[in-house]
């Protein structure tokens, strides 16, 4: 399967984005996906995760309260919407899956990545 990540771009604080990890290769209806993002000088962190088949969704550390992820199986899409956005949130964000049940965030599952969408908040 292969991801391609968008919707990235600059905001001020307290802005809005939604990411879109659209699929295409196959169906995700048997695969998790899950928001990661990598900030310059820093680890890469887990965000968000979604068994596509049954929507249920997992929101781990800073995506708490502020992220939700969501899923289109028409579209074989899933989505990530960002409120409240602060200047720590500036980073890359990737989506990745992993062929099975979940949702997890633990990263060595993820078998494919897409390309990652940049975001940026100005304070």
């Known amino acids: 399967v292969q991801l391609q990540a968008s919707g990235g771009g600059l905001v001020q604080t307290g802005g809005s984005l939604k990411l879109s990890c659209a699929a295409s290769?196959?169906?995700?209806?048997?695969?998790?996906i899950g928001w990661f993002r990598q900030a310059p000088g820093k680890e890469r962190e887990g965000l968000s995760s979604i068994y596509f088949n049954d929507g249920r969704t997992l929101l781990v550390g800073s995506a708490k309260g502020r992220f939700t992820i969501s899923r289109d199986k028409a579209k074989n899409t899933v989505y990530l919407e960002m409120n409240s956005l602060k200047p720590e949130d500036t980073a890359v964000y990737s989506c990745?899956?992993?062929?099975?049940?979940?949702?997890?965030?633990?990263?060595?599952?993820?078998?494919?990545w897409g390309q990652g969408t940049q975001v940026t908040v100005s304070s």
């Open positions: 990745a899956a992993y062929l099975g049940r979940g949702p997890y965030m633990t990263t060595i599952l993820y078998d494919y």
């Open positions: 290769g196959r169906t995700l209806d048997d695969y998790t």
